[in-house]
T-cell receptor, first 114, second 112 residues
């Protein structure tokens, strides 16, 4: 079975541009979470979606948005990119958003903002 | 804010047990402790999790103190492929969702 797949794997943008990152969860998983990992730090929670509804949002500005589609895949959008948005963006899926679930992470999308 | 503190780095000889400590003195009664590891900017890999009792699986053992203020991850027979950054994480409940609160992790280097 395929794991969590993310695209693109690497991308370079300039300040002020917009970026869309995509995530396909493990088959049967209904919850998707997004994390940002700046170099040298642990991941930080951005969003969680379950059954196409936003269930949680971390301490990120409104430039960050996301959505989940009927097939449970998800997109993370970031507008008006800043240099500080350069990071590895991780998507994780789980069967549900509740209980002692284990998150399975994808390999991430590495965003560089110039 | 991170709810865990870990050593920045540790070494361990190949074939020996690697014991990775973690302090989580502000953990609440319903918050789980999770361990993940990350090999050179790949996606984090789940290792183990627990609430109160010690846990063991095919990868590792998790020992949680009785007061739940600290825990230790044990890799029983470390190999070179276990070289990675190990994260001790507290899972907190916020409204209708759960979030993993990550610290800075411990860089574990397994030496031949």
């Amino acid at each position: 079975d395929a794991g969590v797949t993310q695209s693109p794997t690497h991308l370079i943008k300039t300040r002020g541009q917009h970026v869309t990152l995509r995530c396909s969860p493990i088959s049967g998983h209904k919850s998707v979470s997004w994390y940002q990992q700046v170099l040298g730090q642990g991941p930080q929670f951005i969003f969680q979606y379950y059954e196409k509804e936003e269930r949680g949002r971390g301490n990120f500005p409104d430039r960050f948005s996301a959505r989940q589609f009927p097939n449970y895949s998800s997109e993370l959008n970031v507008n008006a990119l800043l240099l500080g948005d350069s990071a590895l963006y991780l998507c994780a899926s789980s069967f549900s958003g509740l209980g002692a679930n284990v998150l399975t992470f994808g390999a991430g999308s590495r965003l560089t903002v110039l | 804010d991170a709810k865990t503190t870990q050593p920045t780095s540790m070494d361990c000889a190949e074939g020996r047990a690697a014991n990775l400590p973690c302090n989580h003195s502000t953990i609440s009664g319903n918050e789980y402790v999770y361990w993940y590891r990350q090999i050179h900017s790949q996606g984090p890999q789940y290792i183990i999790h627990g609430l109160k009792n010690n846990e063991t699986n095919e990868m590792a053992s998790l020992i949680i103190t009785e007061d739940r203020k600290s825990s230790t991850l044990i890799l029983p027979h470390a190999t070179l492929r276990d070289t990675a950054v190990y994260y001790c994480i507290v899972r907190v409940q916020a409204d209708s969702n759960y979030q993993l609160i990550w610290g800075a992790g411990t860089k574990l280097i397994i030496k031949p």
